[in-house]
């Protein structure tokens, strides 16, 4: 079993920045994939950064240059640096930990509580 715990968000103005951290706890596979979502009312929960645990990573078109995300393997941390952040950003940001057991090879899928993150003026 997995926990995540988000943490970071909060109240900015358009243009500003905002560092999203997620740590996970528990049995965590080698193989894993891990990622930031988000999801505005009324919408679809999106992903909007990826990262594996080789540290590739991938971005939704609407955040390439703006948001960085990270990882420390040895801390099971995971980050999102938004910067330049627009009105349009605001949404629930959850992180996501997918990974597999080499042994059985079942797969399993583990969400955190979720932050919210609001850009207003």
């Known amino acids: 079993q997995v926990q995540l715990v988000e943490s970071g968000g909060g109240l900015v103005q358009p243009g500003g920045s905002l560092r999203l951290s997620c740590e996970a706890s528990g049995n965590i596979y080698s193989i894993n994939f891990m990622g930031w979502y988000r999801q505005a009312p009324g919408n679809q929960r999106d992903l909007v950064a990826g990262?594996?645990?080789?540290?590739?990573?991938n971005y939704h078109d609407s955040v390439k240059g703006r948001f960085t995300i990270s990882r420390d393997n040895a801390k099971h941390m995971m980050y999102l640096q938004m910067d330049n952040l627009k009105s349009e950003d605001t949404a629930i940001y959850f992180c996501?930990?997918?990974?597999?057991?080499?042994?059985?090879?079942?797969?399993?899928?583990?969400w955190g509580p979720g932050t919210q993150v609001t850009v207003s003026s």
């Open positions: 996501n930990l997918k990974t597999i057991d080499v042994n059985t090879y079942r797969d399993y899928d583990y």
């Open positions: 990262i594996t645990a080789s540290g590739r990573t």
